[in-house]
């Protein structure tokens, strides 16, 4: 249980076009989404916090314009860089909670690789 | 504001020989405690986790952690290495869910194995 996917794996754009990157919650329902970045030997860095049918709440320093998060959906939120540049080249990795008692954990999705050329 | 330190960036370990990954937290309440594993290209792999309870935790692969509140500490253990667990290492601290059940992870700590 608790599966998260990705999609897609990996992808190379040219630089000013927009990217979307899906995350799913396969077998249960996410009602928190957050999205992390990570660049070549460092460690994540969460980018947004979605809540389903709520605005992401976007971390200190990261552009809500230029990452588009939606969580329309219990199952799916998506991330899109708009007008990607090749600074935005990095590993994209989402997770996903159900609201409960106690802790609320995350799983997480297998990242996405997003190149911009 | 909480933070997680993995002092050793780099570790080499022979293989059958035993590992330890430091990890030193700050954080004001009672902290959600993680070991997560990420092999290269790869998404994190949860090894285990602290909660509550038991302060000797075990998790998959043969790895082993100990909450230590007086050290602020959360070590990883493994009595043997395999060549397989070369990987990078990540220690994370969950916030509570007033703080939005965020996540909060170390810098990581690349484990090489020597045959």
């Known amino acids: 249980g608790a599966v998260v996917s990705q999609h897609p794996s990996r992808v190379i754009c040219k630089s000013g076009t927009s990217v979307k990157i899906e995350c799913r919650s396969l077998d249960f329902q996410a009602t928190t989404m957050f999205w992390y970045r990570q660049f070549p030997k460092q460690s994540l860095m969460l980018m947004a916090t979605s809540n389903e049918g709520s605005k992401a709440t976007y971390e200190q320093g990261v552009e809500k314009d230029k990452f588009l998060i939606n969580h329309a959906s219990l199952t799916l939120s998506t991330l899109t860089v708009t007008s990607a540049h090749p600074e935005d080249s990095s590993f994209y990795i989402c997770?996903?909670?159900?609201?409960?008692?106690?802790?609320?954990?995350?799983?997480f999705g297998p990242g996405t690789r997003l190149t911009v050329l | 504001a909480q933070s997680v330190t993995q002092p050793d960036i780099h570790i080499t370990v022979s293989e059958g020989a035993s590992l330890e990954l430091r990890c030193n937290y700050s954080?004001?309440?009672?902290?959600?405690l993680f070991w997560y594993v990420q092999s290269p290209g790869q998404g994190l792999q949860l090894l285990l986790k602290?909660?509550?309870?038991?302060?000797l935790v075990q998790g998959i692969k043969g790895f082993e952690a100990e909450f230590k509140r007086s050290q602020s500490s959360f070590n990883l253990r493994k009595p043997s290495v395999h060549w397989s667990d070369a990987a990078e290492y990540f220690c994370a601290v969950g916030l509570t869910k007033a703080a939005g059940n965020k996540l909060t992870f170390g810098g990581g700590t690349r484990v090489l194995v020597k045959p």
């Open positions: 954080y004001g309440a009672t902290p959600y």
């Open positions: 997770s996903a909670s159900q609201r409960g008692r106690g802790y609320n954990e995350q799983f």
């Open positions: 602290y909660f509550s309870g038991d302060t």
